[in-house]
């Protein structure tokens, strides 16, 4: 961004900026309509008036106001609901992001007029429309009354609307248009993040738990380590792991259900229980797995899988992921090229 004063270098042959009164920005950063009251301007005295017209910002060719950046000001913290800070560097720190965020819209509103884009009367009036109906008003002329009661006049919000709409279709244009997401890169993120996207899928498992004695200490451990071994030979030779469970487990909750641990959610269990359980495929034990609480044999009974209505479900999400990603980059490096285009000379 070049700026007279904080961004800075030449017009590349252009004249000096010529500062005017011109598209006063909607806000900071505004919604795509008009939510909430501005303030309305009052009759001031002459030395007021040329306080509050005092140019802060010229971008490019066009003046920012002081009367702007108040009228901005006020109306952020109207639709964000919060309380004016008090004089000092939290202020001081608001008013720049809010000027940073009127020089943003202004570029991009003079970028939409210089490729000549334009808003359709219908576009403005579904608009229109669509506040109409969230202010309850059932006419034209109502939704005018109200507008005024809130400090408003008629013809600023249709300003504000159509600038809002133009940057909406400039943005299409320069970012949304350009951004895709491939099959391929759904692919890839499903591989590296089938774990977390799995989470809250169920399954069924039972176990045989093999407990060192209290006090025992590293022989109790090896004792109980033998006594699953040999249980797990037993497993491999082909012997019901319920009927062994129930004859050999020392968990007592589980045991006399043949081990069953009941219908479970990924992510209840113990991160390294789960990730033993969840290796096997249905069917399949696992070797002795040692735990806080003794050796465990497990048998994986079932478990959901990202498949069928899940998988797709699950892609379609994928898909959001990626393009909100590459959407703001893209954003960002589109507002990026703008402002090192603009002279922004600042006057504060």
């Given at each position: 961004?070049?700026?007279?004063?904080?961004?800075?270098?030449?017009?590349?042959?252009?004249?000096?900026?010529?500062?005017h009164r011109g598209r006063p920005p909607p806000g900071a950063p505004p919604p795509s309509e008009v939510r909430a009251p501005l303030l309305s301007r009052p009759a001031l005295p002459?030395?007021?008036?040329?306080?509050?017209?005092?140019?802060?910002?010229?971008?490019?060719?066009?003046?920012?106001?002081?009367?702007?950046?108040?009228?901005?000001?006020?109306?952020?913290?109207?639709?964000?609901?919060?309380?004016?800070?008090?004089?000092?560097?939290?202020?001081?720190?608001?008013?720049?992001?809010?000027?940073?965020?009127?020089?943003?819209?202004?570029?991009?509103?003079?970028?939409?007029?210089?490729?000549?884009?334009?808003?359709?009367?219908?576009?403005?009036?579904?608009?229109?429309?669509?506040?109409?109906?969230?202010?309850?008003?059932?006419?034209?002329?109502?939704?005018?009354?109200?507008?005024?009661?809130?400090?408003?006049?008629?013809?600023?919000?249709?300003?504000?609307?159509?600038?809002?709409?133009?940057?909406?279709?400039?943005?299409?244009?320069?970012?949304?248009?350009?951004?895709?997401?491939?099959?391929?890169?759904?692919?890839?993120?499903?591989?590296?993040?089938?774990?977390?996207?799995?989470?809250?899928?169920?399954?069924?498992?039972?176990h045989i738990l093999f407990v060192p004695g209290a006090g025992s200490g590293e022989d109790g451990w090896t004792a109980a380590r033998r006594r699953a071994d040999e249980i797990y030979?037993?497993?491999?030779?082909?012997?019901?792991?319920?009927?062994?469970?129930?004859?050999?487990?020392?968990?007592?909750?589980?045991?006399?259900?043949?081990?069953?641990?009941?219908?479970?959610?990924?992510?209840?269990?113990?991160?390294?229980?789960?990730?033993?359980?969840?290796?096997?495929?249905?069917?399949?034990?696992?070797?002795?797995?040692?735990?806080?609480?003794?050796?465990?044999?497990?048998?994986?009974?079932?478990?959901?899988?990202?498949?069928?209505?899940?998988?797709?479900?699950?892609?379609?999400?994928?898909?959001?992921?990626?393009?909100?990603?590459?959407?703001?980059?893209?954003?960002?490096?589109?507002?990026?090229?703008?402002?090192?285009?603009?002279?922004?000379?600042?006057?504060?």
């Amino acid at each position: 961004m070049r700026c007279a004063r904080c961004w800075s270098p030449s017009r590349e042959g252009r004249g000096p900026a010529r500062p005017h009164r011109g598209r006063p920005p909607p806000g900071a950063p505004p919604p795509s309509e008009v939510r909430a009251p501005l303030l309305s301007r009052p009759a001031l005295p002459p030395d007021a008036e040329a306080v509050m017209d005092r140019v802060i910002c010229v971008v490019n060719s066009d003046a920012v106001t002081l009367y702007e950046l108040d009228e901005a000001e006020a109306y952020y913290l109207y639709e964000n609901k919060l309380p004016r800070p008090s004089e000092g560097e939290e202020r001081a720190k608001l008013r720049e992001r809010i000027l940073a965020s009127i020089i943003e819209k202004r570029l991009q509103i003079q970028q939409a007029e210089r490729e000549k884009l334009t808003v359709e009367d219908a576009e403005m009036s579904e608009r229109m429309g669509e506040i109409q109906k969230r202010l309850g008003a059932t006419t034209a002329a109502e939704f005018e009354e109200m507008i005024k009661a809130q400090g408003l006049v008629i013809e600023a919000v249709r300003k504000r609307i159509r600038e809002q709409l133009l940057v909406e279709r400039m943005i299409r244009r320069k970012v949304s248009l350009r951004v895709s997401v491939t099959e391929e890169e759904i692919d890839r993120y499903l591989i590296a993040n089938r774990e977390k996207l799995e989470t809250g899928l169920a399954f069924e498992a039972r176990h045989i738990l093999f407990v060192p004695g209290a006090g025992s200490g590293e022989d109790g451990w090896t004792a109980a380590r033998r006594r699953a071994d040999e249980i797990y030979s037993r497993v491999l030779a082909g012997e019901d792991f319920g009927d062994l469970a129930r004859e050999y487990s020392e968990d007592a909750g589980t045991a006399k259900n043949g081990g069953r641990l009941g219908v479970l959610k990924r992510g209840e269990l113990a991160p390294d229980i789960e990730t033993a359980v969840l290796r096997l495929s249905p069917g399949e034990h696992s070797p002795p797995f040692r735990s806080q609480v003794g050796y465990h044999l497990f048998e994986l009974d079932s478990k959901e899988t990202l498949a069928g209505e899940q998988l797709a479900q699950a892609r379609n999400q994928i898909r959001d992921i990626l393009y909100k990603q590459k959407y703001e980059t893209r954003l960002q490096e589109w507002l990026t090229e703008i402002r090192g285009k603009a002279i922004i000379e600042m006057r504060l």
